[in-house]
Protein backbone atom coordinates (compact mmCIF):
# COMPACT_ATOMS: atom_id res chain seq x y z
CA UNK A 1 0.00 0.00 0.00
CA UNK A 2 1.53 3.38 -1.22
CA UNK A 3 2.49 5.86 1.64
CA UNK A 4 3.36 9.45 1.94
CA UNK A 5 4.73 10.20 5.52
CA UNK A 6 5.72 14.19 6.45
CA UNK A 7 8.16 14.72 9.25
CA UNK A 8 10.79 17.87 9.99
CA UNK A 9 7.33 19.96 11.90
CA UNK A 10 7.68 21.77 15.19
CA UNK A 11 7.35 25.39 17.29
CA UNK A 12 9.66 28.22 16.12
CA UNK A 13 9.60 31.70 16.00
CA UNK A 14 8.77 34.46 13.35
CA UNK A 15 11.61 34.42 11.04
CA UNK A 16 12.99 31.46 11.52
CA UNK A 17 13.45 28.24 9.07
CA UNK A 18 12.01 24.78 9.32
CA UNK A 19 12.47 22.27 6.60
CA UNK A 20 9.85 19.40 5.99
CA UNK A 21 10.13 16.10 4.80
CA UNK A 22 7.70 13.13 2.63
CA UNK A 23 8.78 10.30 2.08
CA UNK A 24 7.08 7.65 -0.47
CA UNK A 25 6.53 3.73 0.53
CA UNK A 26 4.67 1.23 -1.26
CA UNK A 27 5.43 2.61 -4.90
CA UNK A 28 7.58 4.83 -7.11
CA UNK A 29 6.42 8.48 -7.34
CA UNK A 30 9.00 9.71 -9.43
CA UNK A 31 7.14 10.94 -12.48
CA UNK A 32 3.93 12.03 -10.19
CA UNK A 33 3.33 15.41 -9.21
CA UNK A 34 3.87 16.11 -6.01
CA UNK A 35 2.23 18.77 -3.69
CA UNK A 36 2.60 20.46 -0.17
CA UNK A 37 -0.82 21.84 1.21
CA UNK A 38 -1.71 23.00 4.85
CA UNK A 39 -4.81 23.58 7.19
CA UNK A 40 -5.04 26.16 9.49
CA UNK A 41 -7.28 26.13 12.76
CA UNK A 42 -11.01 27.31 11.13
CA UNK A 43 -9.78 27.38 7.59
CA UNK A 44 -10.24 24.95 4.42
CA UNK A 45 -7.06 23.52 3.55
CA UNK A 46 -5.03 25.12 0.97
CA UNK A 47 -2.08 24.39 -2.11
CA UNK A 48 1.20 25.81 -0.85
CA UNK A 49 3.47 24.29 -3.75
CA UNK A 50 4.21 22.05 -6.17
CA UNK A 51 6.69 19.94 -8.17
CA UNK A 52 6.10 18.06 -11.76
CA UNK A 53 7.28 14.62 -11.95
CA UNK A 54 11.24 14.55 -12.35
CA UNK A 55 11.03 18.55 -10.82
CA UNK A 56 11.70 20.27 -13.91
CA UNK A 57 8.37 22.89 -12.92
CA UNK A 58 7.70 24.17 -9.59
CA UNK A 59 4.52 26.37 -8.51
CA UNK A 60 3.80 28.45 -5.50
CA UNK A 61 0.97 30.08 -3.11
CA UNK A 62 1.30 33.91 -3.54
CA UNK A 63 1.90 33.78 0.33
CA UNK A 64 4.70 31.70 0.13
CA UNK A 65 6.70 33.22 -3.24
CA UNK A 66 10.39 33.63 -2.40
CA UNK A 67 10.20 32.21 1.20
CA UNK A 68 9.41 28.50 0.65
CA UNK A 69 11.40 25.81 -1.74
CA UNK A 70 9.99 22.63 -3.22
CA UNK A 71 12.27 19.74 -4.10
CA UNK A 72 12.70 16.43 -4.80
CA UNK A 73 14.77 13.48 -4.71
CA UNK A 74 13.67 10.67 -6.80
CA UNK A 75 16.44 8.06 -6.07
CA UNK A 76 15.14 8.46 -2.36
CA UNK A 77 11.32 8.82 -3.39
CA UNK A 78 11.24 12.02 -0.92
CA UNK A 79 10.00 15.39 -1.23
CA UNK A 80 11.14 18.24 0.95
CA UNK A 81 9.88 22.04 1.54
CA UNK A 82 12.38 24.57 2.40
CA UNK A 83 10.18 27.36 4.67
CA UNK A 84 12.52 30.30 5.33
CA UNK A 85 11.02 33.54 6.87
CA UNK A 86 8.70 32.26 8.48
CA UNK A 87 5.43 34.06 9.67
CA UNK A 88 2.69 33.50 12.42
CA UNK A 89 0.31 32.92 8.95
CA UNK A 90 1.74 29.86 8.21
CA UNK A 91 0.93 28.09 10.96
CA UNK A 92 -1.19 24.89 10.08
CA UNK A 93 -0.82 21.15 9.45
CA UNK A 94 0.73 20.66 6.53
CA UNK A 95 0.28 17.78 4.47
CA UNK A 96 2.13 16.01 1.33
CA UNK A 97 0.49 14.70 -1.43
CA UNK A 98 0.99 13.17 -5.40
CA UNK A 99 -1.17 13.12 -8.05
CA UNK A 100 -0.80 10.33 -9.78
CA UNK A 101 -2.13 11.25 -12.81
CA UNK A 102 -0.13 14.14 -13.21
CA UNK A 103 3.61 13.88 -14.51
CA UNK A 104 4.19 17.04 -16.40
CA UNK A 105 1.40 19.49 -15.61
CA UNK A 106 1.07 20.66 -12.57
CA UNK A 107 -1.89 21.50 -10.53
CA UNK A 108 -3.27 23.01 -6.84
CA UNK A 109 -6.37 21.60 -6.65
CA UNK A 110 -6.96 19.12 -3.72
CA UNK A 111 -9.18 16.70 -5.55
CA UNK A 112 -6.45 16.14 -7.77
CA UNK A 113 -4.25 14.47 -5.78
CA UNK A 114 -5.23 10.88 -4.72
CA UNK A 115 -2.43 10.19 -2.19
CA UNK A 116 -2.05 11.98 1.22
CA UNK A 117 -0.22 11.96 4.16
CA UNK A 118 -1.32 12.32 7.79
CA UNK A 119 0.40 15.98 7.94
CA UNK A 120 3.04 17.19 10.32
CA UNK A 121 1.68 20.16 12.68
CA UNK A 122 4.24 23.94 11.76
CA UNK A 123 3.36 25.99 14.63
CA UNK A 124 4.89 29.90 14.07
CA UNK A 125 4.69 32.17 17.20
CA UNK A 126 6.66 34.24 19.94
Known amino acids: QAQLVESGGGLVQPGDSLRLSCAAS????????MGWFRQAPGKEREFVAG????????AYADSVKGRFTISRDNAKNTVHLQMNSLKPDDTGVYYCAAASNYRALLTSRNDDYDYWGQGTQVTVSS
Open 26 to 33: GRTFSSST
Open 51 to 58: ISGFGCRT
